[in-house]
């Protein structure tokens, strides 16, 4: 079962016209690190901020996604801009890709408390593979003959709408698709591209009993890869992606340091929706804005047979005088 799940993950980013696949990562704390998603986060925190994610994926499953992140972004003295960094190492089996971009973001004040931002980046991916880590029972097989590691360089856009209480967010951090391997001269069917990922965002923080000693945040992220699909120039390559997935959290923010929250996860599908995973997680901001967390997943699909879920841990800091004085961080 582990050997045939492994094989089907890799195939699904390399092998053959049939397959579809999310090639980028996933977070259940996406929102701590959403500049991963947009650059036009950058700087909407209002002063510096820091986070790092550990996230290992299918617990007890060999060649199953783990991944780190690391972000940083802040505004400059000129109030308008922002710029952020973010690095992702990701590796799936014997297939792995390092992501190092950079985002600067111009953000408009639109009346009392809106600010709209508009950001841009700019990146480069490592894509490696080492098919030696492969038991094959077909060791001729073409689409597993050749190890590639290239350097991809990349550009992103996205739009960020927000106030203290609410957010809207829509972003493509990769929107040059790239060909890892191409079909060989004879027609034979192996071929590997990188493809474009649209990410929405949106949430909102509402006080319960009056005062900000309780708050309740909810808040969605739509991901996909095959919108737009059917207009790319190369015919091959039109209907491919991965089903739309939607992340639903809902999160309580209790004595101005404790964050609850717990999320669903799901694949959209016109005709048949699927399950993916039922989620939990914690936070706590330290005085001193240190910030801590762990997040874990119950996997809801046929998965779940293989794996013990997965889980997420992760490490930020807050750079701002006002929350090392009094616990009261941003909401978003």
């Not at 089996?93 to 953000?107: K, L």
Request: aromatic content about 14%.
């Amino acid at each position: 079962m582990r050997k045939f799940t492994l094989l089907v993950l890799v195939a699904g980013v390399l092998a053959s016209t049939s397959a579809s696949a999310q090639q980028d990562p996933m977070f259940t704390k996406y929102f701590f690190n959403s500049l991963i998603y947009n650059p036009a986060v950058a700087g909407s925190a209002e002063h510096l901020t820091m986070n790092l994610i550990h996230r290992q994926q299918w617990v007890g499953l060999d060649g199953a996604p783990v991944t780190q992140s690391l972000s940083a972004h802040t505004p400059l003295k000129n109030d308008h801009i922002g710029l952020g960094i973010g690095l992702v190492n990701d590796k799936v089996g014997a297939t792995g890709t390092f992501d190092i971009n950079t985002a600067y973001a111009y953000r408009f004040r639109l009346g009392k408390t809106f600010r709209l931002s508009v950001g841009l980046q700019a990146g480069v991916t490592n894509w490696r593979s080492d098919f030696s880590d492969l038991s094959l029972e077909d060791t001729d097989d073409v689409a597993f003959s050749e190890n590639i590691n290239r350097w991809m360089p990349n550009f992103g856009a996205g739009l960020y709408l927000y106030n203290k209480r609410f957010y809207v967010g829509v972003g493509c951090p990769r929107m040059l698709e790239h060909d890892l391997r191409e079909a060989d001269k004879d027609d034979t069917p192996v071929y590997a591209k990188t493809y474009r990922h649209y990410y929405s965002t949106a949430g909102a923080a509402f006080n319960l009993g009056g005062n900000d000693n309780l708050v309740f945040r909810p808040s969605i992220l739509l991901k996909s890869t095959g919108a737009f699909s059917s207009l790319r120039s190369d015919k091959t390559f039109r209907n491919f992606g991965s089903p739309t997935e939607l992340d639903i959290d809902a999160s309580f923010f209790i004595a101005r340091s404790l964050w609850l929250g717990m999320a669903y996860r799901t694949a959209l599908e016109l005709s048949d929706s699927s399950n993916d995973s039922a989620d939990i997680w914690a936070a706590f901001y330290f005085r001193n804005g240190l910030r801590v967390g762990a997040a874990y997943d119950l996997t809801l699909n046929k998965l779940n047979k293989a794996n013990n879920g997965s889980f997420e841990v992760m490490l930020g800091y807050e750079f701002d005088i006002k929350i090392k004085r009094v616990a009261s961080p941003r909401y978003f």
